[in-house]
Structure formats: structure tokens, C-alpha cells
Nanobody
Framework: QVQLVESGGGLVQAGGSLRLSCLAS????????MGWFRQAPGKEREFVAA????????RYADSLKGRFTISRDNAKNTVYLQMNSLKPEDTAVYYC?????????????????WGQGTQVTVSS
């Protein structure tokens, strides 16, 4: 098993940037492909980005390409989400998730482990 703890959320003005971190503990971090999802009030959880175990393969929600970047540091057991040019519609709770597999996935059901989430609020 793996435990996930997100950090880095907060309040930011539109156009600003935030970097989220997700620290993993437990089983070997490099065994997991990782993903970021978000959920806004009254909406379903949606895919943001995913990264393979080695970091060599990434995937993004089409609407977020060019603004968000996912990366990982296996030596630090951490996956990151760099968010630039933030918009009010990016306001949500952001979750990191881990799946025991080689390939990335944009389906929440493919992930077995989830963090508690970190709130991101973008003011206009």
C-alpha cells in the first residue's frame, strides 16, 4: 500500500501560479503511476494529469494542456503539479492518486490509492 499527502494548495489571484506536491509513503513510489484529479463544488471529479512510473510518459486533460505540468521525483517520493495562468474555473479540491501499473490512465477507477486533497481557490 501507499499513503499520499498533498500540499501546496491555497488562494491565488487569476493569472497566478501554484505548485502542488504529493508525498508518498509506504511501498516503493516508483512502482506506481500517478495522477492528479480535481473536484469543484457540485461537479464530478475530473482528470487533470497523469505520469508513468519512470516519468517518461505524461498525459493531460485537453483543456489544461499548456498551463499545467506534471512531474515526479522518485528519489523524493513526490509527484508535482505545476499550475500556471490559473483561472477562477480552476478552483477545486485537487487530489493525487496512485495506481499499481506501468501505464498512465485518465480514469479515476484505475487508481487504487488517493490522498485527502488540497484546496485551490483562484480569485478573479
Amino acid at each position: 500500500q501507499v499513503q499520499l499527502v498533498e500540499s501546496g494548495g491555497g488562494l491565488v489571484q487569476a493569472g497566478g501560479s501554484l505548485r502542488l506536491s504529493c508525498l508518498a509513503s509506504g511501498r516503493t513510489f516508483s512502482s506506481y503511476s500517478m495522477g492528479w484529479f480535481r473536484q469543484a463544488p457540485g461537479k464530478e471529479r475530473e482528470f487533470v494529469a497523469a505520469i508513468s512510473r519512470s516519468g517518461g510518459d505524461t498525459r493531460y486533460a485537453d483543456s489544461l494542456k499548456g498551463r499545467f505540468t506534471i512531474s515526479r521525483d522518485n528519489a523524493k517520493n513526490t509527484v508535482y503539479l505545476q499550475m500556471n495562468s490559473l483561472k477562477p474555473e480552476d478552483t477545486a479540491v485537487y487530489y493525487c492518486a496512485a495506481r499499481d501499473g506501468t501505464y498512465v490512465s485518465n480514469y479515476a477507477a484505475a487508481y487504487s490509492y488517493w490522498g485527502q486533497g488540497t484546496q485551490v481557490t483562484v480569485s478573479s
